[in-house]
């Protein structure tokens, strides 16, 4: 009687995982061959052929550290490798059935996968020949088979059920002893293979990461793949791949004590899991493992080789496993190559790596040098809490070292200005410093409100670049980093309407002038903090200082002039002209027209009684009488009235159609085409460049035309 059994390893083992089993391979194999034997009526499982097929060389290890080849040659199988699936039956018929002339009485696959369903309408059989197919999912149904082979549950078989997983991850532990082995704590890609390794014991019922979340400076570094560091983001990160981030003070013991409470109040419990896992190397664990165990359940140590105690390696109740080997880290070595190599598109956000950059320039800065004592500046470092002690420093330092953000010359360390970090660092750091400084000093304000510096730094042209200066919560965030760096500080105010509201506001440090870093090309703290009297000045000189500001004037004049006369009104609101002319707002255009404007008594800008609202509005007013004003309003005219004239001749508008008509006239074209566009006389032609429409009834075209505008 020929009887074969086909086991298809990788099959089974994938689909137990996916299903939260924990197999012992050892049990696995014994345990498919005697059933086979018996289901075959064999009265000894020695005259059963059976086969077991994997790709050995891609498959892990046991939990024990067993061979998976060679638990099954010792239960009687023969192992046959297996590379590719696509040609798998035709390779077990070419190695197995194409010489044996006897046909075959009883044939059992163990799979769950219709790889092997070809084998079948191959093989010889005889008359009375059994096929049977065990698995965990029936894939006969609507197949030719589905009738004439015997599907049996291979778990009900086996009497496999699903083990209960609980791991306790000492986080902080875990993360400084990779670090210190030289590993990148790669925070996705740990989740994401210790999530994997629980699973493969069986159904994970919990899962606790502890460490001091939200303690600055308390952990390593976390990064992404691309080296950014994601420390605050790592509490999120963690609740999403379902691990609870327990919060724990820093510190050796205070996480210890917690796991080890946490560890014997669940296994107290009636429905206690079956197997517990152990994050950590700490030999403080070795008392909780042995109540484990003496409880008869199954204890697992995930460590770091070099950095596990070895009370616990060489304790015999429990499996230890070394985190290196199953979550393939990457070395230190590769974040410099990740930071070198990272898309500029990249959102760039605050790090461990930025706070080195401003700490040293602020103390570089202050002490005049260009090059620090690394003892002095891990001092500084753990004084503004980017750190909580000098070991975490030091391993900082290094990480910034290898990834080349520093220079470290035995005693002394440099930054290295060409790095990326460190250029876009300074850029936006030195960006929102300036604007904060500006503001302050050109309106003799005491504090910049919070919602009006994130307005502000919409505008910074220094940061609008890929990556950077995204919307208001990236701004925010750099906000807050200078806040914590000390180069801000953020206070809570009573607001000037309402004193029972607090409102956050932002002013410099005491120390701001010896402090502040300089933009390149200007030399001193009266250079940033520019105090410029306007009065007097001609809009020719101003155009040769700031040609942007020029023509913000025009755009100015003619869009409050449009708005009071159109809405018969005295004022127009300056927040809402700021937001219309935004667009135009390159730096400090905008502020710089209207105190322009102002100096030279051409607007007028006050609090204003707001018939909408209960509380004045900051707006601003035009004197009409003034020349300027006039000369602006004409120009505008003159250039509407070219405009009608094409529009009533019924002839495109474009540049060049109004050039024609200009009779001479030197029209800045680029700037009135765009202030036509912006207050809406002119709308662009849909599909034909640099073309466009008057928009006839608009109000201030109708009085150049001189008709009526009642």
Not at 553 to 579: A, D, E, M
Request: aromatic share 8%; glycine share 6%; proline share 5%.
């Amino acid at each position: 009687m020929a009887a074969y059994l086909i086991v298809d390893v990788d099959n089974l083992l994938q689909r137990f995982r996916l299903n939260g089993m924990s197999i012992d391979l050892q049990e696995l194999a014994v345990g498919l061959r005697g059933a086979a034997a018996l289901a075959a009526g064999l009265a000894s499982a020695d005259r059963l052929k059976a086969i077991a097929l994997a790709d050995w060389d891609n498959l892990p290890a046991s939990p024990k550290g067993i061979d998976p080849q060679l638990i099954f040659r010792v239960a009687g199988y023969e192992v046959f490798d297996v590379k590719h699936r696509d040609s798998l039956a035709d390779v077990l018929i070419i190695h197995y059935f194409s010489y044996d002339p006897e046909p075959i009485d009883e044939l059992i696959l163990a799979t769950t996968s219709r790889d092997m369903l070809p084998l079948i309408r191959r093989i010889k059989l005889t008359r009375s020949s059994r096929i049977r197919m065990w698995g965990s999912e029936d894939v006969l149904k609507g197949t030719e088979f589905a009738d004439s082979i015997i599907f049996q549950p291979l778990e009900t078989l086996l009497g496999i059920q699903s083990k209960n997983v609980a791991v306790y991850i000492d986080f902080e532990n875990i993360a400084i002893s990779l670090n210190e082995q030289g590993y990148v704590v790669n925070l996705d890609h740990l989740i994401q293979r210790i999530v994997g390794r629980a699973s493969q014991y069986g159904q994970v019922v919990k899962m606790s990461a502890y460490a001091p979340w939200g303690q600055r400076g308390t952990l390593p570094p976390l990064v992404d793949g691309a080296g950014r560091e994601i420390a605050d983001d790592a509490p999120s990160r963690m609740m999403l791949a379902n691990i609870d981030p327990v919060f724990n003070l820093p510190g050796k013991n205070s996480a210890d004590i917690r796991i080890a409470r946490d560890v014997i109040t669940a296994a107290a419990q009636p429905d206690s899991p079956d197997i517990y896992i152990v994050a950590s190397g700490d030999r403080d664990f070795n008392e909780v493992l042995n109540a484990l165990v003496q409880r008869g359940k199954s204890v697992i140590i995930w460590g770091v080789r070099g950095s596990t105690s070895r009370m616990l390696e060489n304790h015999p109740g429990i499996v230890v496993e070394y985190i290196e080997d199953f979550t393939d880290l990457a070395t230190h070595k590769s974040l410099s190559r990740a930071s070198l190599e990272a898309d500029p598109a990249e959102t760039f956000v605050p790090s461990q790596w930025s706070s080195i950059v401003m700490q040293f320039d602020r103390m570089a800065q202050r002490n005049d040098v260009t090059s620090l004592k690394r003892s002095a500046f891990v001092e500084q470092l753990i004084n503004m809490g980017v750190v909580v002690n000098a070991d975490r420093a030091n391993d900082l330092l290094s990480q910034a070292e290898t990834m080349g953000v520093l220079h470290i010359n035995g005693t002394q360390l440099s930054v290295n200005p060409s790095h990326p970090i460190v250029e876009k660092t300074r850029v936006i750091y030195e960006s929102i410093q300036r604007r904060v400084a500006n503001t302050l000093k050109v309106r003799g304000w005491e504090y910049v409100n919070y919602g009006f510096l994130l307005k502000g730094l919409e505008m910074e042209p220094d940061i609008n670049r890929p990556g950077m200066n995204e919307n208001d919560q990236w701004r925010s965030h750099w906000i807050d980093s200078l806040v914590r760096e000390q180069i801000l500080r953020r206070e809570l105010v009573p607001h000037r309407h309402n004193p029972d509201d607090l409102v956050p506001v932002i002013r410099l440090p005491g120390e701001f002038e010896e402090d502040i870093v300089m933009p390149p090309g200007q030399d001193s703290y009266e250079d940033v903090l520019e105090d410029i009297d306007w009065t007097g000045t001609s809009i020719t000189e101003l155009a040769d200082f700031d040609p942007n500001a020029a023509n913000m004037t025009v755009r100015i004049i003619v869009s409050v002039q449009q708005f009071t006369s159109f809405r018969n009104f005295v004022w127009c609101p300056l927040g809402s002209l700021h937001k219309r002319l935004r667009a135009y707002d390159n730096n400090m255009a905008f502020q710089r027209a209207v105190e322009y404007l102002e100096a030279n008594n051409i607007v007028s800008v006050d609090e204003y009684p707001n018939p909408q609202s209960d509380y004045n509005t900051k707006g601003i007013s035009i004197n009409q009488d003034a020349a300027y004003t006039q000369a602006v309003l004409n120009e505008r005219d003159e250039f509407i009235r070219i405009l009608l004239v094409l529009y009533e001749n019924n002839q495109p508008i474009t540049q060049a159609t109004v050039e024609q008509h200009a009779d001479g006239g030197h029209f800045d074209y680029d700037l009135w085409f765009s202030i036509m566009e912006t207050e809406n006389v002119l709308n662009a032609l849909p599909g034909r460049a640099g073309q466009y429409s008057l928009f006839r009834t608009h109000h201030t075209v109708k009085i150049v035309a001189g008709d009526s505008v009642d």
